[in-house]
């Protein structure tokens, strides 16, 4: 690991534009804060109702910040003139850097960056959101893997201060440097993974906790709320896992299992059949309104 904010380097990012494809609950969050720092960004999602939800998320967000007086009426107004939808994947060729974070399926994310890799100008930055899955390979399915980076950033991404930073295989050192100024200029603190293995640095520890959660409450040493209050009250931690695990998305919590399990090759990797159960049900989650718990919005 690198101490990138001790050796914070004076390179400015130049990135006036930007794309984040998949709207769900990270990519609303990324969007709203690229825009919130004066960043012109497209959205686009392929299903034009969660693109909805992102672009009502997040004037819900910024009238609660209004509500709290931490920005002003005009300073919402700023923010969403800087944000706009995408009908078509074809809009962003123009943007200076792509931030994808679509479903955690390895096949996805491959077909998509090929597409982006046809779409975009060839100066443009294209970044990963994902969780686990290798940049390395990412960037292979491009003709430009030097171009390729990994931009993790945390859930919620606007009070999150971490984004972690995944540098593929072939990734350069000007695309790292432009995406780490990027990273800083928005007001996040990155941590560089020096190599990309699954799971970066932070996932590869927080996840593993979480499925053990699970395995804890198959086996029937405690319920949810036991297991929650256990780990909060005895580890600090603001949300326990089974909390966390409905907050991230149960159906992404076991996609990463899945990668650790059959990239890293260990059992100590092997995905609770409770959560896989879970995901089979589409209880996904807080997204879904059912995971662990049930949520009433
Ligand atoms: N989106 C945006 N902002 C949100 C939010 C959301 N979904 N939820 C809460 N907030 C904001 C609130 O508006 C509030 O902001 P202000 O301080 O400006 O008023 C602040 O967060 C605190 O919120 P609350 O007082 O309502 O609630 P809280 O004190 O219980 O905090 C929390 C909520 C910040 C989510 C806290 O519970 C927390 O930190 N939980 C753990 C989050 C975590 O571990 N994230 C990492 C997940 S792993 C990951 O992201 C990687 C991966 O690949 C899976
Ligand atoms: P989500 O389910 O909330 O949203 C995913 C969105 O992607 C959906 O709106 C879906 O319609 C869209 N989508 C799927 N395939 C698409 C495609 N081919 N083209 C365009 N849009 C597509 O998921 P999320 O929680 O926002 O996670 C997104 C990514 O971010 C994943 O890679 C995940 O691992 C990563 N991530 C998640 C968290 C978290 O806590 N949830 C944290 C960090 C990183």
Known sequence: ?????????????????????????????????????????????????????????????LDRQIEKEKISPADKEATLSHLSDAADLSDLAQADIVIEAIIERPDAKHELFSKLDEICK???????NTSSISITKIAAATNRPEKVI??????????????????????????????????????????????????????????????????????????????????????????GPLQLADFVGLDTCLAICQIFHNEIGEDKYRPCPLLIKYVEAGWYGRKAGRGVYTYEE
């Open 150 to 239: 990994g931009l993790h950033f945390m859930n919620p991404v606007p009070v999150m201060e971490l984004v972690e930073i995944i540098r593929g295989l072939q990734t350069s050192d000007e695309t790292y440097a432009i995406s780490k100024a990027l990273t800083q200029e928005i007001g996040k603190t990155p941590v560089t993974a020096r190599f990309d293995y699954p799971g970066f640095i932070v996932n590869r520890i927080l996840v593993p906790m979480i499925n053990e959660a699970f395995f804890v409450l198959m086996e029937g040493i405690a319920t949810p709320e036991e297991i929650d209050a256990a780990m909060k009250l005895g580890t600090n931690q603001p949300m």
């Open 122 to 128: 060839p100066q443009t930055i294209l970044a990963s």
């Open 1 to 61: 690991m690198t101490k990138d904010k001790e050796n914070s380097s004076q390179v400015e990012s130049n990135i006036r534009s930007a794309a984040v494809v998949g709207a769900g609950q990270m990519g609303a969050g990324i969007a709203q804060v690229l825009a919130q720092n004066g960043i012109a960004t497209q959205l686009y999602d392929q299903s034009a109702d969660a693109l909805q939800r992102a672009n009502a998320l997040i004037r819900k967000l």
